[in-house]
Each structure stands twice: as structure tokens, then as C-alpha cells.
């Protein structure tokens, strides 16, 4: 299967990232990295993370780390990565 990043997953991310690297650019870099090595994981085991509490759509899934939410849809022959959320933000 596919990765595919929506735009929206994308910017927030940078913009979550570069606010790290404000303070400390060496655990931004890491965060970064810890987080795309889990993201490449998932086309392996798509339905490992629990089921988005956001849709009713078993498709949709959340994949937790440090605090953050990754919501990802599961498609036949792709992952299509769209929502990085904190706490209770919606995904869109």
C-alpha cells in the first residue's frame, strides 16, 4: 500500500515542528523521525490503531503518539494520512 499525505496533515505538522525547533531543533528532528518510522509501519498492520473517534467509518483511524492524534483513512490500494490533531481539535 501507498502513503499518501493530505496537505492539511502536512502543514500542521511542519507548524508543530518548527515550533519545537524553537526551543530545541534536536528533539523537533526527532519527534519528525520517530513519527514517519511509526507512519511507515502502518501499511503493514492498517487496522492496528483504534478506530477515529471522530467518524463513524471503520476505515478511519487513530494513531496516538506523544499526545498527538494522526487520522488516517484506509483505501484499497492506499493510506491516506490527513488529520494531526492535540487533544481534543477536530481533524479537518
Same mark, same amino acid.
Given at each position: 500500500?501507498?502513503?499518501?499525505?493530505?496537505?492539511? /496533515?502536512? @502543514? =500542521? *505538522?511542519?507548524?508543530?515542528?518548527?515550533?519545537?525547533?524553537?526551543?530545541?531543533? &534536536?528533539?523537533? =528532528?526527532? /519527534?519528525?523521525?520517530?513519527?514517519?518510522? *511509526? &507512519?511507515? $509501519?502502518?501499511? /503493514? +498492520?492498517?487496522?492496528?490503531?483504534?478506530? @477515529? &473517534?471522530? +467518524?463513524?467509518? $471503520?476505515? %478511519?483511524?487513530? *494513531?496516538?503518539?506523544?499526545? +498527538?492524534?494522526?487520522?488516517? =483513512?484506509?483505501?484499497?490500494?492506499? %493510506? $491516506? &494520512? /490527513?488529520?494531526?490533531?492535540? +487533544?481534543?481539535? @477536530?481533524?479537518?
Amino acid at each position: 500500500m501507498k502513503i499518501v499525505f493530505k496537505d492539511t /496533515f502536512v @502543514s =500542521r *505538522l511542519e507548524n508543530q515542528i518548527d515550533f519545537i525547533a524553537q526551543n530545541n531543533p &534536536i528533539n523537533a =528532528r526527532k /519527534f519528525k523521525n520517530e513519527l514517519f518510522n *511509526l &507512519i511507515k $509501519e502502518i501499511p /503493514f +498492520y492498517p487496522r492496528k490503531h483504534r478506530k @477515529s &473517534i471522530w +467518524y463513524d467509518n $471503520e476505515d %478511519i483511524r487513530d *494513531l496516538i503518539f506523544k499526545g +498527538y492524534t494522526i487520522v488516517y =483513512r484506509i483505501n484499497k490500494t492506499t %493510506i $491516506e &494520512i /490527513f488529520g494531526f490533531v492535540k +487533544y481534543q481539535q @477536530s481533524p479537518d
